[in-house]
């Protein structure tokens, strides 16, 4: 491992260390915080190991037009600003990121705004934006000779950490909480070949019984935790500041689940200022489910200074995290940039949900949390009309193809979770109907249900 060009330190006590010299569980051996992953060389105002701006630039949008494997990656494409690696020709990639950028003029048009978009990480190899953290991190497990890896999770984490495990020919190993997981994303897993094991616990607790295995056996843990994963993460920043010319949008709002991808966006765009690519950071925002908002309540009880842990309760799989890892992470990012930490209700989700699928973007319900959240955030002053806003969806429609069918069944939301938005659901709502093998039939259908 390069530890000439990175170092690992501890965001508790700021303790650095050799990446080699990481406890198996990431977490800081003095004060029991994450570590992340920062770049000594940077510091410097000149120097041999600080990159070019200006010549980043020109390599990143070259790069665009090669056939190499580890050019295509957008991720492996900006590797000048991840050097974790030896050698470089050791990157595993699916060919992950580079993900579109997409205008929502519905949306946008309902919240009297021109500048809204969604930044799809649901376009990822395997459905969601886990495959910007894993190409990273399990790179650096196969560098290091590990054979097996291994993560807890919600879903999305095991479909990703399963098929790059599967591409770099190691074993894995997925913890998840028993029927507290969306099947299209277990399915992943068990198609990519990992050992499966439904726990009778939630995700917290998979996780520290995963953190108890790995201190036992050779496995690499995969979790967000991990502070390559990180790395790989922070790269959609990247690919904003790019689409947008490298002047950035005012905000960015993220899903709020175990905090790991807020925290790395955060990194990433405080390094573009840091390196001159950029002049400012963008606003950034977390939302979480009101069953699962730990970091909600905190910053609305104590501005983000501590954290309670909840009993996680939400159909949005993907978020339902009690005891967020990254949660200091997360609350810095949006400290230092101004942003806003909140919560929405399962009905704010659906509704968001089926609003950002009539744009003709499919993406699974812990993504609708941000459209929701920002209706909130337009609606109490924080973005204004003129302001440009990026909507980060993390995961893919088929991730949980049946949260979409009860919506449209009507079968999702109870009448209290609907409740004073029943005109919205209505209006959203497209039903299958079964009418007999006629022109008549069909036309009477279509005129039935016309938006």
Request: aromatic share 6%; hydrophobic share 40%; charged share 20%.
């Amino acid at each position: 491992m390069n530890d000439n060009l990175h170092q690992l330190r501890c965001f508790g006590c700021g303790a650095r260390i050799a990446g080699a010299d990481a406890q198996p569980h990431f977490r800081c051996a003095q004060c029991g915080e994450l570590f992340e992953v920062e770049y000594p060389g940077w510091n410097q105002k000149k120097g041999p190991d600080r990159p070019n701006a200006g010549a980043l630039k020109w390599l990143w949008r070259e790069r665009r037009s090669s056939l190499e494997g580890v050019d295509q990656s957008g991720v492996w494409r900006f590797r000048e600003l991840l050097p974790i690696l030896d050698s470089f020709g050791n990157a595993v990639t699916l060919r992950e990121g580079n993900t579109p950028l997409y205008h929502l003029p519905r949306a946008a048009q309902a919240l009297g705004m021109d500048q809204l978009f969604a930044k799809h990480q649901g376009m990822n190899p395997s459905g969601s934006f886990k495959d910007t953290g894993m190409t990273a991190a399990l790179s650096v497990a196969k560098e290091r000779g590990f054979e097996w890896v291994a993560c807890a999770s919600t879903g999305n984490t095991s479909a990703a950490m399963a098929a790059y495990a599967a591409r770099a020919g190691l074993r894995s190993l997925v913890l998840i909480p028993e029927g507290k997981i969306a099947w299209g994303k277990l399915s992943q897993a068990m198609d990519y070949g990992a050992v499966t094991c439904q726990l009778k616990t939630d995700f917290d607790g998979c996780l520290s019984l995963l953190t108890q295995i790995v201190r036992e056996a050779p496995i690499y843990l995969l979790n967000s935790v991990n502070p390559y994963r990180l790395e790989g993460q922070k790269t959609p920043a990247f690919e904003i500041a790019e689409a947008f010319d490298w002047n950035l949008p005012d905000h960015v709002i993220v899903p709020g689940g175990n905090l790991g991808n807020s925290s790395a966006l955060g990194k990433g765009f405080r390094e573009m200022v840091e390196l001159g690519l950029v002049a400012r950071m963008p606003k950034i925002s977390v939302i979480q489910a009101a069953g699962a908002n730990p970091l909600a309540r905190s910053f609305a009880e104590n501005g983000g200074k501590s954290l309670e842990p909840v009993a996680a309760n939400t159909r949005a799989t993907a978020i339902r995290i009690g005891n967020p890892a990254s949660w200091r992470k997360a609350a810095k990012a949006i400290q230092e940039t101004g942003g806003w930490c909140l919560d929405v209700s399962e009905g704010e989700i659906a509704v968001a949900k089926a609003e950002i699928g009539a744009e003709g973007l499919g993406c699974e319900p812990a993504s609708a949390v941000t459209l929701a959240g920002l209706k909130k955030l337009r609606a109490g002053g924080k973005v204004a009309a003129g302001d440009s806003v990026v909507l980060v969806l993390t995961g893919h429609t088929l991730k949980d193809a049946d949260y979409t069918i009860d919506f449209h069944k009507g079968a999702l939301l109870s009448e209290e979770e609907a409740r004073g938005q029943e005109t919205q659901i209505a209006g959203l709502r497209r039903n299958a109907v079964t009418v007999e093998a006629s022109l008549q039939a069909v036309l009477a259908a279509m005129k039935g249900t016309a938006a």
